[in-house]
Structure formats: structure tokens, C-alpha cells
């Protein structure tokens, strides 16, 4: 009888979910690292930022510094899906990029836009909680820091 009809794991190893890991902690980094990347473009277009201030300072959210805001949250989310893409500090960049999306989605207004309901924002937030709790697995560098 198969051992998954006897409620035993099929994977005997941790080499399966290492491999998992590795492949979820790379897309996530890539993905957050895309989304971040507007943090250099900040810097350098006054289109950008006047656009920035005019979406949170014109609207209900009224943001104090709308500017430093807006560099800390695309700061944190390229800073942060480096870290997590590169398996150094994956903690601490899950960390950054779920406290970043858990205040994004708790003040933003996911009514306003109907093209969104804020599901990808939460599983964002989901993904940065399990590699919080799990690390980065055996082949991210944090792991090197360990065997030392």
C-alpha cells in the first residue's frame, strides 16, 4: 500500500521542500525587486513624484511626506525581494516587504479600484510570512551562516 494511504509523509527528505523554497524565495525576490524598482525612478523623475503626492495627498488617505512614504515602501520592496532573492537575511527582507504590504493594503482603498480586490497584495504579504517563519532553506546564504 502506497504511504499515502497510510497518512505517512511521501517526502522522506528535506532536499523537496529546500527545492520548493529555493524556487518560491527566487520568484518572490524577482517580483519584488520588479515592483521596486520605480524607488530608483523616483530619484530621478519630478513626473513621478508630483504624480506620487497628487495620489496621496489628493485623495481620502492623506498621507503625511508622501514622498519619504513612497520612497520607504518601494525602497523596502526592492531592498527587501533582494534579500529574499538572494537568500541573505531572508527574514529580515520577508519581514520589510510584509510589514511594507500589510500597511499598503490596510490603508489603501481597494474599493477605488475595481480592477483589484487586494488578493494580490495579500498573498504578497502570505509569501513574505512563510519565508519569516522558514528562512530561505538550506540553499539560500543565510544557510552558509549557519554551517560556519
Known amino acids: 500500500m502506497s504511504d499515502v ?3 505517512k ?4 527528505t528535506n532536499t523537496f521542500w529546500d527545492v520548493i523554497l529555493l524556487i518560491l524565495r527566487v520568484w518572490f525576490g524577482y517580483v519584488m525587486m520588479k515592483n521596486g524598482k520605480a524607488f530608483f525612478e523616483l530619484f530621478a523623475s519630478t513626473g513621478d513624484q508630483k504624480f506620487l503626492e497628487s495620489l496621496f495627498v489628493g485623495n481620502d488617505m492623506r498621507f503625511p511626506l ?3 512614504i513612497a520612497f520607504e515602501a518601494k525602497g523596502a520592496e526592492f531592498f527587501g525581494g533582494l534579500f ?3 537568500g541573505l537575511f531572508t527574514r ?3 519581514a520589510l ?10 490603508t489603501a ?23 519569516m517563519y ?9 544557510s552558509l551562516f549557519k554551517a560556519a
Not at 480592477?115 to 513574505?128: E, H, I
Not at 522558514?134 to 543565510?142: F, K, N, P, S, T
Open 5 to 7: 494511504y497510510r497518512n
Open 9 to 12: 509523509p511521501v517526502v522522506k
Open 66 to 68: 508622501p514622498l519619504i
Open 84 to 86: 529574499v532573492f538572494l
Open 92 to 94: 529580515f527582507g520577508a
Open 97 to 106: 516587504v510584509a510589514l511594507t504590504i500589510l500597511i499598503i493594503t490596510l
Open 109 to 131: 482603498s481597494i474599493e477605488r479600484n475595481s480592477a483589484s480586490d487586494g488578493t494580490l497584495a495579500v498573498s504578497f504579504c502570505l509569501f513574505a510570512i512563510v519565508f
Open 134 to 142: 522558514w528562512g530561505g532553506g538550506r540553499y539560500a546564504m543565510d
